[in-house]
């Protein structure tokens, strides 16, 4: 029975992690917004192409939005749709002082969530591996892992809005419409909601327990 738990937590564990990644790529881009704030040349191309703003869109069109493309492996020039790619916008405007407060602010607080939240599920892990079960404690560590991961979602989200406001005020093309939904990472919120029916079903199941032990 233990093994089986183990299994199910380690993959809960690997799709979460996998699931944050992004954040690691967001980071790179604030940094190269900040450095294209302060003026510090970027000589790197890759992270000169991160100074672009990205964009996700849907095709509304049918041939005639398509833009041609050479297919390396065949040599042909071909039809495509790109609904995700980087453009370079006229509009960029240095963000305030107040603005980057605010962000590293919510950058702080969604890590602080994130990282609570894997400690305490595998602090939950390592309770039940230890024949730790139906207690009040685990019911507890779920519950902040459920709130850690809802945290770290929830700015994860607003971030990804706010962004795609911003690219759609400096950029748009014709036959596509802007994805808002694009980019949007839903496992770690999904998975905070887990976290809580699983607190209480615990909840439920300590509430029993004791009331077999009041009966006995």
């Known amino acids: 029975m233990k093994t089986k738990l183990n299994i199910i937590c380690g993959l809960i564990f690997v799709v979460i992690i996998a699931s944050c990644m992004g954040a690691v790529?967001?980071?790179?881009?604030?940094?190269?917004?900040?450095?294209?704030?302060?003026?510090?040349?970027?000589?790197?191309?890759?992270?000169?192409?991160l100074d672009a703003d990205l964009v996700e869109l849907i095709p509304l069109g049918d041939k005639r939005t398509a833009v041609k493309v050479k297919n390396a492996t065949t040599g042909k020039e071909i039809n495509a749709w790109p609904t995700k790619m980087y453009v370079e916008t006229d509009s960029y405007e240095p963000k305030s002082t107040?603005?980057?407060?605010?962000?590293?602010?919510?950058?702080?607080?969604?890590?602080?969530?994130?990282v609570g939240g894997m400690f305490t599920f595998i602090w939950f892990i390592i309770r039940v591996n230890g024949s730790h079960i139906f207690?009040?404690?685990?019911?507890?560590?779920?519950?902040?892992?459920?709130?850690?991961?809802?945290?770290?979602?929830?700015?994860?989200?607003?971030?990804?809005?706010?962004?795609?406001?911003?690219t759609v005020a400096s950029f748009?093309?014709?036959?596509?419409?802007?994805?808002?939904?694009?980019?949007?990472?839903?496992a770690p919120i999904l998975l905070g909601l887990i976290a809580f029916v699983a607190a209480q079903v615990f909840a439920m199941a300590h509430q029993m327990k004791e009331d077999q032990e009041l009966t006995i």
């Open 172 to 186: 748009s093309l014709d036959g596509y419409a802007n994805n808002w939904l694009g980019g949007i990472e839903y």
């Open 98 to 114: 107040g603005i980057y407060l605010l962000e590293t602010f919510a950058s702080i607080i969604g890590l602080i969530g994130f």
């Open 135 to 166: 207690d009040r404690k685990n019911i507890v560590l779920l519950r902040i892992t459920g709130t850690g991961l809802l945290v770290y979602g929830v700015i994860s989200m607003v971030w990804s809005i706010l962004t795609r406001i911003h």
């Open 25 to 49: 790529f967001d980071f790179n881009i604030g940094r190269n917004e900040a450095n294209h704030d302060m003026g510090v040349q970027v000589d790197n191309p890759e992270q000169q192409v």
